[in-house]
T-cell receptor, first 111, second 110 residues
């Protein structure tokens, strides 16, 4: 089955810096890769996703890149703000199968 | 549209008891998935229901079960509770591959 590894587990940046979180997956059949942000006391919130037929996707300050050959994908957050502080999860699956999550990255943005 | 709602938000139970958690998906969404979230294991998939049928099942013991009603609302049940069942139980609804999570039910087993 699918296995998703996520790094780093914690990340501390200064406000205005960029943050990058990386994930690798094991099943080459996976074709959908979402990213979630979870704030304290809340459920995970879908922030961006990418399908395997696309190499990069951007939405304002966040972007996701996918390298199918290496089986890894990354979340990039530019111009970080204190409100970006949260736990971020990557996930992967293929149609009709369960979404498999990474262990999460705790991002802290200090002002 | 209203988001995914879960009830109750917090629950305290004793070992050996059973518990039922409820999830109402986003209007129009027919798929509901359940996850267990713990600090040690992260987010683990329990099961998925689509049009009242279980479509996928994770690697959890038979004490964990679920069902879905004709209005797409879903319930999950845990019987003979163990201390290790203490966790945040999340449900997610979807119409396509995008899954939208509710706030979760925090279950504490004492």
């Amino acid at each position: 089955g699918e296995n998703v590894e996520q790094h780093p587990s914690t990340l501390s940046v200064q406000e205005g810096d960029s943050a990058v979180i990386k994930c690798t997956y094991s099943d080459s059949a996976s074709n959908y890769f979402p990213w979630y942000k979870q704030e304290l006391g809340k459920g995970p919130q879908l922030i961006i996703d990418i399908r395997s037929n696309v190499g990069e996707k951007k939405d304002q300050r966040i972007a996701v890149t996918l390298n199918k050959t290496a089986k890894h994908f990354s979340l990039h957050i530019t111009e970080t703000q204190p409100e970006d502080s949260a736990v971020y999860f990557c996930a992967a699956n293929q149609a009709g199968t369960a979404l498999i999550f990474g262990k999460g990255t705790t991002l802290s943005v200090s002002s | 549209k209203a988001g995914v709602t879960q009830t109750p938000r917090y629950l305290i139970k004793t070992r050996g008891q059973q518990v039922t958690l409820s999830c109402s998906p986003i209007s129009g969404h027919r798929s509901v998935s359940w996850y267990q979230q713990t600090p040690g294991q992260g987010l683990q998939f329990l099961f998925e229901y689509f049009s009242e049928t279980q479509r996928n099942k994770g690697n959890f013991p038979g004490r964990f079960s679920g069902r879905q009603f004709s209005n797409s609302r879903s319930e999950m049940n845990v019987s003979t509770l163990e201390l290790g069942d203490s966790a945040l139980y999340l449900c997610a609804s979807s119409q396509t591959e995008k899954q939208y999570f509710g706030p979760g039910t925090r279950l504490t087993v004492t």
